[in-house]
């Protein structure tokens, strides 16, 4: 039994979605590994900081944008959910402590699976500035791609 529908135009429907699904799976596992990449080396005032026992830079950062890819678009959907009225209530103001608490289950994901990566995050202040640009960031690369 194959997953592939049998006619070729669905056929190369079905394909064409998946190349699609895969290169926009891609690109947001390079566009985080890029934004941690600059806000670790460019903004180093926000102690956002990884130890590693690799020497690639490529290999972090691709570990860590792929990280907090599926953080962010799986965790952070869902607790954008289950926190609907809350938001409602304060007007979107609660999304910025939901942006710290994805960032600290990112450092304590990262931590705890023991990837040869270790991030380190600052304290609460820096790092609700740090949740702030990776938003305006993310605002912004949105509206580019």
């Not at 979605?17 to 806000?39: C, D, E, F, P, S």
């Not at 289950?82 to 999304?95: C, D, E, F, K, Q």
């Amino acid at each position: 039994m194959s997953l592939l529908p049998k006619s070729n135009l669905s056929r190369s429907l079905f394909i064409t979605m998946i190349m699609k699904l895969i290169k926009n799976l891609v690109i947001n596992i390079i566009v985080n590994g890029a934004v941690l990449y600059a806000i670790v080396y460019y903004v180093p005032e926000l102690w956002f900081k990884i130890q590693t026992i690799y020497k690639d830079v490529y290999i972090i950062f691709w570990i860590l944008g792929l990280v907090f890819w599926l953080i962010n678009s799986v965790l952070k959907k869902i607790l954008m959910v289950i926190t609907l009225p809350v938001r409602m209530v304060t007007l979107g103001l609660s999304s910025l402590l939901l942006n710290i608490i994805v960032l600290y289950i990112f450092e304590q994901t990262m931590n705890y699976l023991d990837l040869g990566i270790t991030v380190t995050l600052g304290t609460i202040t820096q790092t609700l500035i740090l949740s702030v640009i990776l938003s305006a960031i993310y605002f912004l690369i949105k509206k580019i791609i």
